[in-house]
Nanobody
Framework: VQLVESGGGLVQTGGSLRLSCAAS????????MGWYRQAPGKERELVAA???????YYADSVKGRFTISRDNTKNTLYLQMNSLKPEDTAMYYC?????????????????????WGQGTQVTVSS
């Protein structure tokens, strides 16, 4: 499985970026996908994820600002990031989940990731 991220860069506070993740070596549509990030000196955190049924998960810190989507015809995962803040500065990683996660009522919780991309840097200047 190969995951290649793109779209990172330097942006001012309040700006937008769209990350893309091109997947190969896998049947893209049958796996949940997501985005993690890691800021300097901090642990990696799950930012957003999308299931094969298009259920989504967002970290509280990005709800209302970030949107995850997938195009199974292009084997590509996206993360639209709006209203960016300096605290969004991090390396962003695309991940592939082999598990299905947990469904409860209308909520989906992603499983642990199985495959990682190399990452793309996002820097938000104040």
């Amino acid at each position: 499985v190969q995951l290649v991220e793109s779209g990172g860069g330097l942006v001012q506070t309040g700006g937008s970026l769209r990350l893309s993740c091109a997947a190969s070596g896998t049947i893209f549509g049958i796996n949940a996908m997501g985005w993690y990030r890691q800021a300097p000196g901090k642990e990696r955190e799950l930012v957003a994820a999308i299931s094969i049924t298009y259920k989504t998960y967002y970290a509280d810190s990005v709800k209302g600002r970030f949107t995850i989507s997938r195009d199974n015809t292009k084997n590509t995962l996206y993360l639209q990031m709006n209203s960016l803040k300096p605290e969004d500065t991090a390396m962003y990683y695309c991940v592939d989940f082999r598990g299905s996660g947990t469904y409860y009522s209308d909520t989906w919780s992603p499983p642990a990731p199985d495959y990682w991309g190399q990452g793309t840097q996002v820097t938000v200047s104040s």
